[in-house]
């Protein structure tokens, strides 16, 4: 699903942060592309996030990005982004589900990394 929204022309250049919302019974309620970056860095507005959660009565959250790097490993800026969303989506009961990192060889999901 989420390769089918991805512009698969910046998959290898640019990075993109895309946020799907899912019901309590893990349905995909909606999804958002909420930023497109640059080759190294995406900015993720946070309380974008949270309206658009709220919006759709989102109860899980899948956020997904890529490396154009090609490089499957979840960077200290990675993790501690990942952490923010975690803590400002538990105000509102959310769960964030998982965190991915793609590129074009393959994804990495946070939550099976730990």
Request: charged share 20%; with cysteine; net charge neutral.
């Amino acid at each position: 699903m989420l390769l089918s929204i991805w512009d698969p022309g910046l998959l290898g250049l640019q990075e993109q942060f895309v946020v799907v919302f899912l019901n309590n019974r893990q349905q995909v309620v909606g999804w958002r592309v909420l930023n497109i970056g640059s080759m190294e860095t995406c900015i993720v507005d946070i309380r974008l996030m949270v309206s658009l959660a709220l919006h759709c009565m989102a109860s899980y959250v899948i956020l997904a990005h890529n490396h154009p790097s090609g490089i499957l490993d979840a960077s200290l800026n990675d993790r501690r982004t990942t952490f923010k969303i975690k803590k400002a989506l538990r105000l509102i009961d959310v769960q964030l589900f998982d965190h991915l990192i793609i590129s074009t060889d393959g994804y990495l999901s946070m939550r099976v990394e730990g």
